[in-house]
C-alpha cells in the first residue's frame, strides 16, 4: 500500500521559519551526498546562502532556545502521569537539554563563522543577483568548482558540520510536534474543510495525510484561532476545488 502524501501548514511564524530551515537541511543534505559533480556543489552552496539569510532575519537562535526551553517545561510536567512511558521521556529530556546546551554555547549570531568567511561572503553578496553566481562574476567561486571533489568536500563538509547545533534543534523541535497528536478521520464535505481552534492551547501545525491516489491536493490556510482546508484539483488548467467528499486524516499539533 502506497504511503499517504502529507500536507502540513504552520499556525505561527516560528514554526514556519523552523520548517523552512529543515526543507533547507534536507536539501543541503541531499547534495552533500550527492555524486560531488559540480553542480551538487553549486547547489549545496546556493542552499547554504538561503540558511544563511534566514538566520538574519530576527534572533534566531534565542527563540529556538525559548522554544527548547519551553518544550522541556511542558513535557517535564508529564512525568508525573502514570501511564506516560518514563524511561522515553527522559531521553526525549536529554535529547533537549543536549540541543539546548549546545545552542548556548554558540558564540555570536547564528551561522557567524560562515558569515565572516570572505568567499562565502562574496558568493552570497551576488546570489541576490539572478544569474550573478556565473563564472564571470565569481571566478574564485568558478575555480573551487572545478578543483576535484574530495576537495570540495573537505569544505562542503567543514560549513555542513558548523550547523550541527541549529539543525538538531530544529529536528528534533518539529518532530516533537508533528508526534504530539494522533491523527483522526475526518471527512470535508463538498470538498471543504473548517475548523474553530481552542486559543488557550498552543496549536504549533496542521497536518492532513491523503490518499496517494487522490486526484486532487489540499490547500490550507489558517493562524491560532480556526483553520480553513480546501481539496483543489485541476480543470482545464485552473485549480477548482473538488465537489466530492474528501476523507482525509486530520492532525491538530501542539506542544
Given at each position: ?21 529543515e526543507?533547507l537541511?534536507?536539501q ?13 556543489s ?6 547554504l ?34 501511564g506516560?512511558d518514563?524511561?522515553?521521556l ?53 575555480q ?58 498552543p ?16 490547500e ?10 480546501r ?18 486524516k ?6
Amino acid at each position: 500500500m502506497s504511503k499517504p502524501v502529507i500536507y502540513e501548514h504552520p499556525l505561527n511564524e516560528r514554526v514556519r521559519t523552523l520548517m523552512r530551515l529543515e526543507h533547507l537541511f534536507e536539501q543541503m543534505r541531499h547534495f552533500k551526498s550527492g555524486q560531488a559533480s559540480v553542480w551538487d556543489s553549486r547547489v549545496f552552496v546556493t542552499t547554504l546562502m538561503d540558511i544563511l539569510d534566514l538566520f538574519s532575519r530576527g534572533d534566531l537562535k534565542t527563540e529556538l532556545i525559548k522554544e527548547s526551553e519551553r518544550a522541556i517545561s511542558n513535557l517535564s510536567q508529564h512525568m508525573q502521569h502514570p501511564g506516560v512511558d518514563h524511561e522515553r521521556l527522559k531521553s526525549i529530556l536529554r535529547a533537549l537539554e543536549s540541543v539546548t546546551k549546545s545552542l548556548h554555547e554558540l558564540k555570536g549570531q547564528l551561522g557567524q563563522s560562515l558569515r565572516d568567511d570572505d568567499f562565502l561572503g562574496a558568493i552570497r553578496q551576488r546570489s541576490a543577483i539572478p544569474g550573478g553566481t556565473c563564472d564571470f562574476d565569481l571566478p574564485a567561486f568558478h575555480q573551487w568548482l572545478h578543483q576535484n571533489a574530495e576537495r570540495r568536500n573537505e569544505d562542503i563538509s567543514r560549513w555542513y558540520n558548523s550547523l550541527d547545533a541549529i539543525r538538531q534543534a530544529v529536528e528534533l523541535l518539529l518532530k516533537l510536534i508533528r508526534n504530539s497528536a494522533e491523527p483522526r478521520q475526518v471527512t470535508a464535505q463538498g470538498g471543504g474543510y473548517q475548523q474553530n481552534l481552542d486559543a488557550a492551547i498552543p496549536y504549533h501545525m496542521i497536518r492532513i495525510a491523503l490518499s496517494h491516489e487522490a486526484s486532487y491536493y489540499a490547500e490550507i490556510s489558517g493562524g491560532k484561532h480556526r483553520f480553513t482546508i480546501r481539496f483543489l484539483e485541476t480543470s482545464e488548467g485552473r485549480p477548482v476545488q473538488t465537489p466530492d467528499d474528501v476523507h482525509f486524516k486530520l492532525s491538530c499539533c501542539s506542544l
